[in-house]
């Protein structure tokens, strides 16, 4: 039996197993795939013995993801650009990483909007770690410009300097004005997150044809989508890039591309809301 886990700490909350049981089961594999709580401390002895422990790979969340980019093998030029690692695999029995984040956020965008990214320019909220994943995946989707606007202005200019001259630093303050030159405006921060102040943005000068997304899935409809919704833009949540990620690293395990369905979606929604009933 093929055995894969994801591992974070805290780990409770993480929604992964439920996607690749979905998909365990739709392709009648037999495999397990389940959460496994790992404190910082014995991350490298998790990494060191996770093939005699009879895994084939795992997932990495929150606070592992530089440590183990720092301790594996990883060859994606992407992956190294971004500097962190979501997804382990094995081969010839040695470790490599992938971040597969951004890989998932572009594969969302594609399948909902008919997007191209050539001669584009897109407008990013955020300056984190979820913003590095898609910087570095609309870059290398040959966007022609992506503009960083960040509370802390000096993160922005770090990104920028880290990923060359088609990103750039700007002021949050200015977002609203600059709207009018956004092809796609991605939302990264946690504004809009239950718990979190909502992202107040007049989206009065961004073109009907940009597209809206945010990477916030709970709640599935931000105050951000839902302007921009009014404002008559296509809008992504952030929950068809958590099953979008998903998929590269399924495959590598068991070795089936799975299919983001409908119905995983449906499953996911219902899990969001039965911790809201709770
Ligand atoms: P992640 O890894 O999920 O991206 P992070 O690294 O903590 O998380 O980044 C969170 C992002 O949300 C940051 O860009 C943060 O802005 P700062 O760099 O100024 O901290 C942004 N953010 C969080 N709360 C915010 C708020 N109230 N107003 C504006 N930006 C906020």
Not at 4 to 30: F, T
Not at 43 to 69: A, R
Not at 106 to 121: G, H, Q, R, Y
Not at 175 to 194: K, Y
């Amino acid at each position: 039996m093929q055995k894969a886990c994801v591992i974070g700490w805290p780990i409770e909350h993480s929604r992964s197993p439920i996607i690749h049981g979905y998909w365990l089961n739709k392709y009648s594999i037999d495999g397990s795939y389940k959460k496994h709580a790992v404190k910082p401390s014995e991350l490298t002895t998790f990494l060191q013995t996770l093939d005699e422990n009879g895994f084939c790979g795992c997932n990495v969340t929150i606070p592992h993801k530089e440590n183990v980019f720092n301790q594996i093998i990883v060859t994606d030029p992407v992956t190294i650009e971004i500097g962190a690692v979501n997804t382990v695999f094995i081969e010839n029995g040695k470790l490599y990483g992938l971040n597969t984040d951004g890989y998932g956020f572009l594969s969302n965008l594609k399948s909902i909007t008919n997007w191209n990214s050539a001669e584009k320019a897109c407008a990013v909220i955020g300056a984190g770690g979820a913003a590095r994943g898609i910087i570095a995946a609309l870059k290398n989707d040959g966007l022609k410009t992506i503009s960083v606007f960040n509370r802390t202005f000096a993160k922005a200019e770090k990104l920028a300097t880290e990923f060359g001259p088609s990103v750039q630093a700007k002021r949050f303050d200015d977002l609203a004005g600059f709207l009018s030159e956004t092809d796609l405006l991605v939302n990264t921060s946690s504004l809009g997150m239950i718990g979190q102040p909502p992202l107040e943005l007049s989206l009065h000068n961004l073109p009907s044809h940009a597209c809206v997304a945010d990477i916030v899935y709970d709640p599935l409809e931000t105050e951000l989508l839902r302007h921009a919704k009014k404002n008559g833009n296509k809008v992504v949540d952030g929950l068809g890039m958590l099953l979008h990620q998903a998929v590269p690293g399924f495959e590598k395990w068991f070795g089936i591309r799975p299919e983001v369905t409908p119905e995983l979606r449906d499953l996911i929604v219902a899990d969001l809301q039965k911790e809201k009933v709770l």
